[in-house]
């Protein structure tokens, strides 16, 4: 069932007008309030000029309004990629990325306050999980960059701090909203949820039949080389998740993507990619390969560009399709859960 969040910002129109008539207002109110809220990006109520504050102060007394302030603001250097920490109401930090491309301004959200998959690799997950986000405070990321840049954000990516699939009602709720003809209108297309195989929830997923870009991380060719990278891996094996990705894309007539992140002497070999070959043979997918980005706490290396594009080469040469990421953001600790952990070592808050 699902959790009824009862935050302002959290609230399908179809709730917002359903409190609006509950408190005695006219149905057109709720409109007007969404409207406000997810098109025109208020950062406080009060700035709903039409609406009366005798109403905003019921409206805010039975909903309270919750979203992101930002703390920190990093731009790199190299490629203009714009790393945002932003807080939460109850003190909780979370990062968010706003990288720009010529089909337009993409934003990396976060799903989760930290994370509890244990990736070896990745540093939102080396404090655990605080808490999972509201659908309100997911958009808020996405809502707050648009503000801060005065730009329009064309696509969503979530692929920041948290296992969305670990926050799967929230993560519906938010891409709801996001998309709804009422609010930024988002196209399904444009946007992308990246999970670590959390098995059920990739069928529950593709069983909403949506045109959203389903990224699985991978990593390993096989179930022992992810289990030593990835815990999930313990939970299920590699052919339950290659069965639900191919139901993903039997369903849903999408291309699924497999990111997969090279680590020097680890996954890299060429026989690694004759093995992730058999895997995905015959899928419509895309391989994209990452160059792991080394955190300090592991000693994880990249591979070499050398091995890159080999690596590359043997998967071309069995016509799948594939690319390597480019690394952006690098100066700036953009790799997933850096500037957080930083942010939150330097308060004194770990
Ligand atoms: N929990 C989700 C989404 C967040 S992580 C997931 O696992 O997919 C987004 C992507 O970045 C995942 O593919 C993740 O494995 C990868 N990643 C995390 N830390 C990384 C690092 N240090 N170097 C390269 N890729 C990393």
Not at 164 to 173: E, T, V
Request: glycine residues 6%; aromatic residues 6%; contains cysteine.
């Amino acid at each position: 069932m699902e959790v009824k969040w009862n935050d302002l910002k959290s609230m399908t129109l179809e709730e917002l007008t359903e409190a609006v008539e509950e408190s005695g207002e006219k149905k057109f109110r709720a409109k007007q309030i969404y409207g406000w809220i997810h098109q025109k990006l208020i950062r406080k109520p009060e700035e709903m000029t039409n609406v009366s504050p005798g109403m905003i102060n019921k409206i805010i007394k039975a909903h309270p309004f919750y979203g992101v302030e930002e703390v920190e603001r990093l731009e790199s250097k190299i490629d203009g990629t714009q790393k945002f920490l932003f807080s939460l109401h109850d003190g909780n930090i979370v990062e968010s990325v706003l990288m720009k491309y010529h089909h337009g301004n993409s934003v990396c959200i976060s799903s989760q306050a930290g994370c509890r998959m244990g990736c070896r690799f990745c540093a939102s997950t080396l404090l655990g999980l605080s808490r999972n986000l509201y659908p309100s405070e997911m958009l808020d990321q996405i809502y707050a960059i648009q503000r801060a840049t005065g730009e329009r954000v064309s696509h969503v990516v979530v692929m920041g701090t948290g296992e969305p699939f670990d926050n799967f009602d929230a993560l519906s709720r938010m891409i709801r909203i996001l998309c709804s003809p009422e609010g930024l209108n988002i196209g399904h297309r444009n946007i992308t949820v990246s999970t670590c195989g959390i098995v059920p929830k990739i069928y529950e997923f593709s069983d909403t039949n949506p045109q959203i870009t389903l990224a699985i991380s991978l990593h390993a060719p096989n179930d022992e080389m992810r289990k030593q990278l990835m815990p999930v891996a313990n939970r299920y094996s590699m052919e339950e998740l290659m069965e639900a990705a191919r139901y993903y894309t039997n369903t849903t007539g999408r291309r699924i993507t497999f990111e997969y992140s090279l680590v020097n002497g680890v996954n890299d070999r060429k026989e690694h990619a004759m093995e992730l070959i058999s895997r995905v043979k015959g899928m419509n997918c895309h391989i994209n390969l990452i160059p792991v980005n080394p955190i300090k706490e592991r000693d994880y290396k990249q591979s070499t560009q050398n091995n890159v594009a080999a690596f590359k080469n043997i998967l071309e040469k069995h016509h799948i399709q594939v690319t390597v990421r480019r690394e952006m953001g690098r100066d700036i600790q953009a790799a997933c859960g850096q500037l957080r952990k930083s942010y939150k070592e330097r308060s004194g808050n770990v």
